[in-house]
């Protein structure tokens, strides 16, 4: 929250709220990992083991529900989380922990899951000249279903404009953040 001033929290659900979650989960389960040195990726075991509901597991990809995206922050917000130990997993700890830290530090205050998926993808190009843009576009759209996959207007096969499939909050126009006009 210190870093992007994210709109979260405010009453009215929003992306904000799922990104919140889905990032802070993230982070705690990595530190988690790291310095224990056991993969810990269900949140809330330790805190919440009288109350199984609220125990979310992030080493199962969990694809986006729209229709319940914005009745629960912490289930959009799994969604986002286990994108990111996916990435973790694939690409190591330090590479998507970097990756993920950056992705906050482009997010606009009010983004919308278009505009966050394609954070993650700049930070990518920032860090490491765009290297695992496929991977990460393959997994946020195609399998996680943030936009109900790449059906989009294409401009080539690295630069995917896809068509929004859901209701998002972001203030910032994609092309733009995308750098495609």
Known sequence: ????????????????????????????????????????????????????PLIR??????????????????LAGLTWASGLWKLRTDLGREAADLIALKSLMLLSTKPGFVEAVESLVRADELLYAGANRSLIRSLFYDQLKFIGGQTGIFRDTENLIPEIGFRSGSSVPMGRRSGIN
Do not use: W
């Not at 597991?57 to 912490?74: G, R, V, W, Y």
């Open 1 to 52: 929250d210190t870093l992007t001033r994210l709109e979260a929290g405010s009453g009215t659900k929003n992306v904000g709220d799922a990104l919140h979650e889905g990032y802070s989960d993230y982070f705690a389960a990595s530190h988690v990992s790291d310095t224990s040195g056991e993969t810990v990726t269900k949140i809330g075991e330790y805190s919440f083991s009288n109350c199984t």
């Open 57 to 74: 597991e992030m080493n199962t990809l969990t694809p986006f529900q729209n229709t319940t995206a914005f009745e629960d922050e912490h």
